[in-house]
Every structure is written in C-alpha cells, then in structure tokens.
C-alpha cells in the first residue's frame, strides 16, 4: 500500500534560516504529491502540489521538487518567517478512483525571532 | 463561498452515546472525505463518497457510518461513542481535473469521549 514518511519534529529554526523538511514515499505507479500546512486551530491548507516526476510545486516563498529517482518530495524555503510556524503534512494520492489521501505524521515547525 | 463548514466545533461525549457530525462543501465538488488526526499520527481516512450516492471505506472505518445526503453534504455518525474515538475530525472535498486533484478542509471538529 500508499505510505508517506517525514521527518519527525518538532524543528526549531531561528528567523531567516534555510529550512528543509524531509518525505519520502512509497507508492505504486506514479501518485501525485502534496505538502498541506495547518495554523495553531485551524484546518489543513494546501501549501503546494506536483503531479509528475521533476515537477516543481512552490508557493509563498516554499517549494518541493518531484524525485521519482529517490521517491522523495522535500519541502524547502530559503529564509523562514516566524509566521511559517505550523504543522506540515507531507501527503500523496495514487493513480484512479476518489480514495483519498495518504498522510505522513507531520512535521511541527517553530521559528524563533 | 465558504468553502467547507463543519458542525459543531466542538463536543464532548459519554461512552455509548451517539451524535453526527456535519459536514457541507458549496464548491460543487463530487467527491467528499471523512479524516481524524490523532496525535503523532496524521491524518487517516474513515471514509470518502466518489459522488452522490457512493460511499466507501478508508482506512479506519469501524465504529463509524456516513450519509451522502446529496451532492453537498456528508455526515458522519458515531451509532456508540468510545474514548478510542477521541480526535479531530476533519471533512474534505475534492474535484479532479485530468490527472490533477486538490482536497480542500474544513476547519475539523473536536470531539472527546469520557
């Protein structure tokens, strides 16, 4: 079946550094990629999505690039605001049929002034 | 557009009561979604409807049952409350275009067993 792994947190980065949050995937055929974030009390947002190998997906400052080589789809930003702290979810969803996604656990980041 | 709304926010239950959580999308999309997040855990699929009239199981269907009441609406139904069932439950809806799909989330319901 679908998994996803990212790495574990919680991160803490000080403002302005460069950020990088890990997932890998296992997957039949060729799924499509996601990174959702989810503010303190709210619902999950879709941060930025590829569908196919060597897509980039990128959005406010973040971007992830389609591995299929290394099954992976890292997250990454060049310079974090303290407004970035959140929770990532690194997800995925296989090829036909409306069957939903498959998350990883999560990766809580805290950005320090 | 409010995107997806969910109802209630926030609830608490005894063990073996029942209730339904609500869950509507004014996006016009087919298909709907039923997660809870625990945890440690990300999210994990109770439940999803293709379209009107479908529904199907995720990964962690049991102690739950879902209505597809029409193109807009999806509820969940815990018939027994157990304290397992302690989570955040969240409703999605999607459309597909091509090979291309995006969830969208409501804001999740907080529900705790005692």
């Known amino acids: 079946g679908n998994s996803v792994t990212q790495m574990e947190g919680p991160v803490t980065l000080s403002e302005e550094a460069f950020l990088t949050i890990n997932c890998t995937y296992t997957?039949?055929?060729?799924?499509?990629l996601f990174w959702y974030v989810q503010y303190p009390g709210e619902g999950l947002q879709l941060l930025l999505k590829?569908?196919?190998?060597?897509d980039k997906g990128s959005n406010k400052g973040f971007e992830a690039t389609y591995r299929k080589e290394t099954t992976s789809f890292h997250l990454e930003k060049g310079s974090v605001q303290v407004s970035d702290s959140a929770v990532y979810f690194c997800?995925?969803?296989?090829?036909?049929?409306?069957?939903?996604?498959?998350f990883g656990k999560g990766t809580h980041l805290i950005i320090q002034p | 557009n409010a995107g997806v709304t969910q109802t209630p926010k926030f609830q608490v239950l005894k063990t073996g009561q029942s209730m339904t959580l609500q869950c509507a999308q004014d996006?016009?999309?087919?298909?709907m979604y039923w997660y809870r997040q625990d945890p440690g855990m990300g999210l994990r699929l109770i439940y999803y409807?293709?379209?009107?009239?479908?529904?199907d199981k995720g990964e962690v269907p049991n102690g739950y049952n879902v209505s597809r009441l029409n193109k807009r609406e999806f509820s969940l139904r815990l018939e027994s409350a157990a304290p397992s069932q302690t989570s955040v439950y969240f409703c999605?809806?999607?459309?597909?275009?091509?090979?291309?799909?995006?969830?969208?989330f409501g804001p999740g319901t907080r529900l705790l067993v005692l």
């Open positions: 409807s293709a379209s009107e009239g479908t529904t």
């Open positions: 997957a039949t055929g060729y799924p499509s």
């Open positions: 590829a569908t196919k190998a060597d």
């Open positions: 999605a809806s999607s459309v597909i275009v091509g090979y291309q799909e995006t969830q969208y």
């Open positions: 996006m016009n999309h087919n298909s």
């Open positions: 997800a995925l969803r296989g090829r036909g049929g409306a069957d939903g996604l498959t």
